[in-house]
């Protein structure tokens, strides 16, 4: 939920092939923490860099850095002994991403339900809603013009919305 760039927004900040060029900088970070030293291997890691940063380009980077952060720590590929980009991509794809689905789901779900709560009338102590409706109506027939506008705000909220 951090306020990042995208990938894409980096590359506009940046200049074109940025992005590429970070995602670089991590893979090639797992490459040289493997057994593997082939240069084939190594070769390959730039095409795979350019085609996976097309392919996650709309993730923001605290999202990817998140992602080769857990796959460092071995949570993705339990495989350090050999170096192959695409088991970073199919963990991304099918690992990374579930995981990241049910984390913001479950976000939002919790920032819907502090809205709702934060929305919830709670009188004040001593009252009912019912007593409480009832003070302030008779606060504002003595003229109290902070009940009336409380009892205004109401009326408008009640009017737009019969079941409140």
Not at 53 to 79: H, P, T, W
Not at 118 to 134: A, H, Q, V
Request: contains cysteine.
């Amino acid at each position: 939920m951090a306020d990042c760039p995208s990938l894409m927004q980096y590359d506009a900040l940046y200049g074109c092939g940025s992005s590429e060029y970070w995602i670089d900088i991590q893979v090639s970070g797992i490459f040289g923490a493997s057994n593997s030293k082939e240069k084939g291997v190594a070769d390959g890691i730039r095409i795979f860099c350019q085609s996976f940063a097309s392919q996650v380009k709309a993730y923001k980077l605290s999202e990817l850095m998140l992602f080769f952060a857990r796959y460092k720590a071995g949570k993705y590929d339990n495989s350090f002994a050999s170096f192959d980009a695409r088991r970073i991509g199919n963990a991304f794809f099918k690992e990374f991403n579930p995981e990241r689905d049910h984390e913001l789901d479950a976000i939002n779900r919790k920032r819907v339900q502090d809205e709702i709560e934060g929305r919830r009338f709670i009188p004040p102590e001593g009252y009912s809603s019912l007593t409480w409706y009832n003070e302030l109506k008779r606060r504002a027939e003595s003229g109290d013009e902070e009940a009336m506008k409380i009892l205004t705000v109401w009326q408008r909220k009640s009017s737009r919305n019969p079941y409140m």
